[in-house]
């Protein structure tokens, strides 16, 4: 069984930066493509990021582009979303995610993926 914990996640003013962590199990995890959502109190789930298996390829959704950034260490399991210039609408709980192939490519939809952490708590406040 796969599991998923984030981490990083707390409460931050506008314009700052923060750093999640996602730590995966399994002895596979370079082989899969990663990805992070976001949920909003009262919205849907929505994408935010994800990367392939070797790192080499990333997508984003526009409302980030430019200001978040995903990586991944596949020595040490773990994928991570670098957050720079928050604003009050990335408050969200999110939730990182592992899809069922290596490719990222078009995974934008809760479906792509398998596998979810719990999630942790990002408030930007303004």
């Known amino acids: 069984q796969v599991q998923l914990v984030e981490s990083g996640g707390r409460l931050v003013q506008a314009g700052g930066s923060l750093r999640l962590s996602c730590a995966a199990s399994g002895r596979t995890f370079s082989s899969y493509a990663m990805g992070w959502f976001r949920q909003a109190p009262g919205k849907e789930r929505k994408f935010v990021a994800a990367i392939n298996w070797s790192g080499g390829s990333t997508y984003y959704a526009d409302s980030v582009k430019g200001r978040f950034t995903i990586s991944r260490d596949n020595a040490k399991n773990t994928v991570y979303l670098q957050m720079n210039s928050l604003k009050p609408e990335d408050t969200a709980v999110y939730y990182c995610?592992?899809?069922?192939?290596?490719?990222?490519?078009?995974?934008?939809?809760?479906?792509?993926?398998?596998?979810w952490g719990q999630g942790t708590q990002v408030t930007v406040s303004s």
């Open positions: 995610a592992r899809s069922p192939t290596g490719q990222a490519l078009g995974r934008m939809r809760e479906y792509d993926y398998e596998y």
